[in-house]
Structures are given as structure tokens and as C-alpha cells.
């Protein structure tokens, strides 16, 4: 079992930043991907970005150039900085973790991005 929490949401302004946090309740080494997803009022879940165990990267196309994931494996932490943030970013952010072939979630942190 893997638990996640995030961290790091809130209310922004169009084109601010935001940097969220997704702390495991061990080690994530062994994990083949993490992830992050949000999901709009409404609207059904979608992958943000995701990190693979050997550090790469993976956006889609609406967030590419905007945000970064990163890993510290040292820290057991997921991070996802969010630059130049616009109003159709607002949702809730949730962390995933996948090992071994099970899914794990955190329990999500909102972003409100409105002036």
C-alpha cells in the first residue's frame, strides 16, 4: 500500500504559479509511473503530466511548456509546477502512483485560478 497526499493548491490569478506536492507514505522508487490528474466540475478525470521511475517526462498538449513534474525519489515526493495558469486549469489535482500493477490515489487538492 501506498499512500498519497498533496499539497500546494489554492486560489491563483490568471498567469500565476503554483507548485503542488504529492508526499508517498514510502519509498516510490519502485514505482513505475506517478502521475498527476485533475478533474473539472462536470467533467471526467484527465492525465496532467506523468513521470516514469528513470525521470521522464510526459505532458499533454494543453499543459506542454506550462507545467513540469519532477521526482525526488529521496524525499518519496511527486511535484508539479504550474506557470502561466489560466481560468480552464481550475480543478481538483489529484496524484497517482502505480506499482506492481496497482493504482493508488491521493485525495486531491484544488486549484482555483480566477481573478
Known amino acids: 500500500q501506498v499512500q498519497l497526499v498533496e499539497s500546494g493548491g489554492g486560489l491563483v490569478q490568471p498567469g500565476g504559479s503554483l507548485r503542488l506536492s504529492c508526499a508517498a507514505s514510502?519509498?516510490?522508487?519502485?514505482?513505475?509511473?506517478m502521475g498527476w490528474y485533475r478533474q473539472a466540475p462536470g467533467k471526467q478525470r484527465e492525465l496532467v503530466a506523468a513521470?516514469?521511475?528513470?525521470?521522464?517526462?510526459n505532458y499533454v498538449d494543453g499543459v506542454l511548456g506550462r507545467f513540469t513534474i519532477s521526482r525526488d525519489n529521496a524525499k518519496n515526493t511527486v511535484y508539479l509546477q504550474m506557470n502561466s495558469l489560466k481560468p480552464e486549469d481550475t480543478a481538483v489535482y489529484y496524484c497517482?502512483?502505480?506499482?506492481?500493477?496497482?493504482?493508488?490515489w491521493g485525495q486531491g487538492t484544488l486549484v482555483t485560478v480566477s481573478s
Open positions: 497517482q502512483a502505480i506499482e506492481g500493477g496497482r493504482i493508488y
Open positions: 513521470i516514469t521511475s528513470g525521470g521522464t517526462p
Open positions: 514510502r519509498s516510490i522508487f519502485s514505482t513505475t509511473q
